[in-house]
C-alpha cells in the first residue's frame, strides 16, 4: 500500500500530466480547427470562374498578359493553399498573396478596382494566423468595388496603436449595408479570431463617411 | 437573313469583350454594348431598334434579372453567367436562353438559333397567334398567354389579369390592355372590367332582368353595367 504522501505526490504528478496532456489536446484541436477554419476561409472558386472567362478573350488580344495572368494565378493558388495549412506565417507573405489577388481582380475588373498600400516594413516580419487581411480585401472587392459600376478604392494598412496592431482594410464603391446578415467569409474570420484569446483580437466593421473599414485589433504580446 | 440587332450588358472588360467578338462572328450587329445594367435600362427606354439582349446576371447597379423586368418592351433575353446557380432563375423570368462562361462560339449559335425561332416575322403583327403579356411575379416576371386570360380588372390605376389567379401586370389603364392587343376582341362589360368574349361560359339575368351576370372560365360571376349590356349580348350572338 502506498504511504499518503507519495500518493499525493504520485496524484499531484499524473493529474499534472493529465492537465499537461488535456492542455496540449486542447491547443491541438485548436490549431486544428484554425486550419480548417483557414482553408475554409480561402478564396471561393466561384472568383475564379470569372477570372478565367475573362482570360479566354486576353488571349486573343494579348498573349504575353494572358501568360503573366495564368502565372500569377497558379502562383495565386499556390500560395492560398499553402496559406490554408500553415497555422501561422509572417505577414510579408499575406502581403504577397494579396498583391497577387488584387493583380488577378484588376484583370477582371479593370480601371475601376484602384488599390492604396499604408504598410510598413516593419510588419512584414510579425508572425500571425494566416489569411486574416485576404477574406477583408476579398470582401471589399465583392461588396464594395464590384457592386458599385463606377468600381471603388481599396486601402490596406498596418499600424500599431498602444498595445495593438490594427491590420485594416477599408473601400469606396458600394456602401456598407448594416442590416444585411454577415457572410460567411467574415463569419469564419470572426472564428478564428476567437481562437486568440491571449491576442485578445476582435474585428471592427464601420462606416466612415464614404469608406466602409474593417478593422482587427490584436494585442501584441510583450506590449502594455 | 437580315443580321441580329442585339445589344450587350456586362460588367467585366474581358467577359464584355468577349461576348462581343463572339456574337459578330455569328453574323450579330451588335447595336449596343453597355459596363452595367443601369444604362442599358436608360438606353432601352429612348426605343432602340434590338431584336435581342444578352445580359450578364451579376452586375453593379442593377442585375441582369431585374433589368429583365424592367425592359419596357418585349424582347428575347439570353442571359450570362459564370454560375451555374443562376440558371434557375434565368429561366424563372423566361429567358430564351443561359449561357455559361467562357461562352464558346458553338453554344451561342444554338442560343442565337433560338432566337430567330422566337423572332416574329414583321408581317405577323396582327395576327391570330401567341399573344403573351408580363405579369409582376416576385422580383421578376411571368409571361401570360393571353388566350389564357379571363378578364382584366382596374384598381388604383393597377391593372390584375385574371387568369387561374390574380397578377398584376405592368398597365395602369384597360385602354393601354386595348391599346396592346387591337385585335383580340376584347370588350368592356363595366368601367373597371374587360373581358375576352370566348372567356365567357354563360349569362344570366338578375335584379328583375335589368341586370346581366357573365359566368367566366374559372367559374367567376361578373356583373355587366347597363350600358354594356346590349353590346354583351351582341357580341355573344343573343340578339
Known amino acids: ?224 | 437573313m437580315n443580321a441580329l440587332k442585339v445589344a450587350v450588358a456586362e460588367d467585366e472588360v474581358m467577359n464584355l469583350k468577349r461576348l462581343t467578338r463572339l456574337l459578330v462572328d455569328c453574323g450579330c450587329d451588335v447595336v449596343a454594348t453597355f459596363p452595367n445594367g443601369l444604362e442599358m435600362e436608360e438606353w432601352m427606354r429612348s426605343g432602340p431598334d434590338v431584336d435581342a439582349l444578352f445580359l450578364d446576371i451579376q452586375m453593379p447597379g442593377l442585375d441582369g434579372l431585374s433589368l429583365r423586368s424592367s425592359l419596357p418592351r418585349e424582347l428575347p433575353v439570353v442571359f450570362v453567367s459564370a454560375f451555374a446557380e443562376m440558371a434557375v432563375g434565368a429561366f424563372e423570368v423566361e429567358a430564351v436562353d443561359f449561357l455559361l462562361k467562357p461562352v464558346t462560339t458553338e453554344r451561342l449559335a444554338k442560343a442565337l438559333d433560338r432566337i430567330r425561332g422566337r423572332k416574329p416575322a414583321p408581317d405577323r403583327t396582327h395576327g391570330t397567334g401567341t399573344k403573351r403579356y408580363p405579369v409582376i411575379a416576385g422580383s421578376g416576371v411571368l409571361f401570360l398567354d393571353l388566350v389564357r386570360t379571363a378578364y382584366f380588372e382596374v384598381e388604383d390605376q393597377i391593372v390584375w389579369a385574371i387568369a387561374g389567379e390574380r397578377f398584376r401586370t405592368r398597365w395602369k389603364t384597360l385602354g393601354e390592355v386595348e391599346a396592346a392587343f387591337p385585335n383580340a376582341g376584347l370588350m368592356r362589360i363595366h368601367r373597371h372590367l374587360l373581358i375576352r368574349p370566348e372567356a365567357v361560359l354563360g349569362i344570366r339575368s338578375a335584379g328583375g332582368g335589368n341586370r346581366v351576370i357573365v359566368r367566366l372560365t374559372g367559374g367567376i360571376e361578373l356583373e355587366a353595367s347597363r350600358g354594356a349590356t346590349p353590346d354583351l349580348r351582341a357580341r355573344l350572338g343573343l340578339l
Open chain 1, 1 to 224: 500500500m502506498l504511504n499518503l504522501p507519495f500518493a499525493l505526490v504520485v496524484g499531484w504528478f499524473l493529474a499534472g500530466k493529465e492537465r499537461a496532456e488535456a492542455s496540449e489536446e486542447e491547443l491541438m484541436e485548436k490549431e486544428h480547427k484554425a486550419r480548417t477554419l483557414a482553408l475554409q476561409a480561402q478564396l471561393h472558386p466561384h472568383a475564379l470562374y470569372n477570372v478565367l472567362s475573362g482570360l479566354a478573350e486576353l488571349v486573343h488580344e494579348d498573349a504575353d498578359a494572358t501568360e503573366n495572368a495564368i502565372v500569377g494565378l497558379v502562383e495565386m493558388l499556390r500560395m492560398l493553399t499553402h496559406h490554408g495549412r500553415a497555422t501561422s506565417l509572417p505577414l510579408a507573405q499575406e502581403r504577397a498573396l494579396l498583391k497577387r489577388y488584387l493583380a488577378i481582380e484588376s484583370l477582371r475588373l479593370g480601371d475601376r478596382l484602384k488599390v492604396q498600400w499604408d504598410w510598413p516594413d516593419w510588419a512584414d516580419p510579425i508572425v500571425l494566423p494566416p489569411l486574416l487581411l485576404q477574406p477583408l480585401v476579398e470582401n471589399a472587392i465583392k461588396h464594395g468595388v464590384a457592386a458599385n459600376p463606377d468600381g471603388g478604392e481599396i486601402r490596406i494598412g498596418i499600424r500599431r496603436q498602444g498595445p495593438e496592431l490594427i491590420l485594416r482594410v477599408a473601400n469606396t464603391g458600394a456602401r456598407l449595408d448594416s442590416k444585411a446578415p454577415e457572410g460567411t467569409g467574415l463569419s469564419n474570420l470572426r472564428e478564428r479570431l476567437a481562437l486568440l484569446p491571449q491576442r485578445r483580437a476582435r474585428l471592427n466593421i464601420r462606416l466612415e463617411g464614404d469608406w466602409t473599414t474593417a478593422e482587427i485589433h490584436l494585442h501584441e504580446p510583450g506590449m502594455s
